[in-house]
């Protein structure tokens, strides 16, 4: 499991989500297991997790313990699957470590990442038609240039995207090693890695849909907790963690805030933590992904 994928803001994530050790939770991004398994150790017989993963590589890492349910989807269909496993009026707490696995990051042939040569796939779920492959050879210049702007907050977006399609006229671009050729006259000297992650960031968000999962699996965490019940979040960039800064406050991922007739805001939730909370230092120095995370939790007020 260590191997697999080190667990970031372990302690304060789940301290924050278990309340009680009868409880039922859920874990959305099982993952390497390491968040699943630290809730499991906390709890007594009596309760019970339900983890969701679309990647099929994460069952390999499923804990023998009765008191697990694990699913293999798309978090957005959380509510769907609460209401399956019987629990209409709610559960006591849901967490979210969004972002990319370090198995994902660290399997070549997935794609993942610009360290190694290998075919623009990107998909979290191996079963999902659409490819990093499919998106640079068939997508019109605008559509990359929005993607690049959007996704990974790209300065040179339009540039990139005339280089690559440039490029695919005169031979598909079909590995990590063709697109870095395709727009190396644009990266930034001494800054290439910082670029090409931002790049990369932009199509596997793209290829995966991870902003429409995120909106569509914080309205369905929402209906999925009873009251009192706590939601933590674990984001990695600026993209996601105003998502979930924004529903938490307002209800909604643009944060716009309703007000009902006596004046008081229509969000199902209420902040915990009016700060995130983010790793100990100790904690970056044994594990780089926690570099960029930010805890954000939440309660089910109604």
Partial sequence: MSGYHIPVLLDESVS??????????????????????????????????????????????????????????????????IIHQGYRSGIDGILADLGVS?????????GFSFRYDAPLDMRMNQDAGLTAEEIINTYEAEQIENILRLYGEVDNSRKLAQLICRAREAAPIKTTSDLGKAIESAL??????????????????????????????????????RPGGILAVITYHSLEDRMVKNFIKAGNIRGEIVKDFFGNAESPLKAVNRKPILPQESEIAANTRARSAKLRIAEKVK
């Fill in 188 to 225: 930034p000297k001494f800054a290439e890695h910082k670029f090409l992650a931002k790049v990369y960031q932009a199509l596997r968000i793209e290829v995966n849909q991870e902003m429409k999962s995120l909106e569509k699996f914080l309205s369905g965490a929402a209906r999925s907790l």
């Fill in 16 to 81: 924050a989500l278990v309340s009680s050790p009868s409880g039922i939770y859920a874990d959305a991004t099982f993952g390497g297991g390491g968040h699943t398994s630290e809730i499991l150790r906390r709890l007594s017989p009596e309760g019970r997790v339900i983890a969701f993963d679309r990647d099929l590589d994460a069952f390999g890492n499923r804990p023998d313990d009765s008191r697990l349910t694990l699913v293999r989807s798309d978090f957005r269909w959380i509510n769907n699957h």
């Fill in 102 to 110: 370090s198995h994902q990051f660290d399997t070549a042939e997935r």
